[in-house]
C-alpha cells in the first residue's frame, strides 16, 4: 500500500507498477481493475494493467454508490482502526493499515460470510466446555483481540 499527502499521477502510475510486481505471477489471474474518474489516473495507470490484458472499467459519472465496496472497506477501516488510534508518522500508518488488512482480510467476521471470518478457523466442539481453551492475540496494541481455541 502507498501512502502519501501529495497523490499525482506519476505517484499512482508507479503505485499499480508496484502492485503488479508485488503480486508476482498471481496478478495473471487479475481479469479487471474498477476506478473511478479522477485525473490521478493517467493514461499511464491504464497501461500498467491493460498491458496484462486486465481491463479497466470506470465507475459512472456521479454515481457514489458505484463503488460501494471499496467505499465501504474505507469507511470499516477509518471507523475501526483509523479514528481509534493516533498515527505519528507515514511508517506507523503503513504498519497499522497491514495490521488492519490482515485481521480483516483472515480474522474479521463479515455480514456477507454470516459472520464467519474469510479463512475459518477449524473448530472442533469439546464434549464438555469446561474443557475448551481459547488463545487472545491482540492487533494493533490491543485495539483489537482476536480469540482462538487451543488445543
Same mark, same amino acid.
Given at each position: 500500500m502507498g501512502v502519501t499527502a501529495h497523490p499525482s499521477g506519476a505517484w499512482v502510475a508507479q503505485q499499480a507498477r508496484n502492485l503488479i510486481i508485488e503480486l508476482g505471477h498471481r496478478a495473471?489471474? !487479475?481479469?479487471? +481493475?474498477? $476506478? &473511478?474518474r479522477d485525473a490521478k489516473f493517467t493514461a +499511464?495507470?491504464?497501461e500498467v494493467f491493460t498491458s496484462l490484458g %486486465?481491463? %479497466?472499467i470506470k465507475t459512472p459519472i456521479r454515481a457514489p454508490r458505484a463503488n460501494a465496496i471499496a467505499? $465501504?472497506? %474505507?469507511g470499516t477501516t477509518r471507523r475501526e482502526c483509523t479514528d481509534r488510534l493516533l498515527i505519528y508518522g507515514e511508517t506507523h500508518l503503513r504498519q497499522v !493499515?497491514? &495490521?488492519y488488512q490482515r485481521h480483516y #482480510? #483472515?480474522? $474479521?467476521p463479515h455480514r456477507s460470510r454470516d459472520r464467519r471470518p474469510p479463512l475459518p478457523a477449524v473448530l472442533s466442539a469439546p464434549d464438555d466446555l469446561d474443557q475448551l481453551h481459547l488463545e487472545r492475540h491482540e492487533v494493533l496494541n490491543g485495539l483489537i483481540n482476536q480469540y482462538r481455541q487451543t488445543a
Open positions: 495473471e489471474t !487479475l481479469r479487471f +481493475v474498477i $476506478r &473511478d +499511464v495507470f491504464d %486486465i481491463r %479497466i467505499e $465501504r472497506w %474505507i !493499515l497491514a &495490521d #482480510n #483472515n480474522h $474479521r
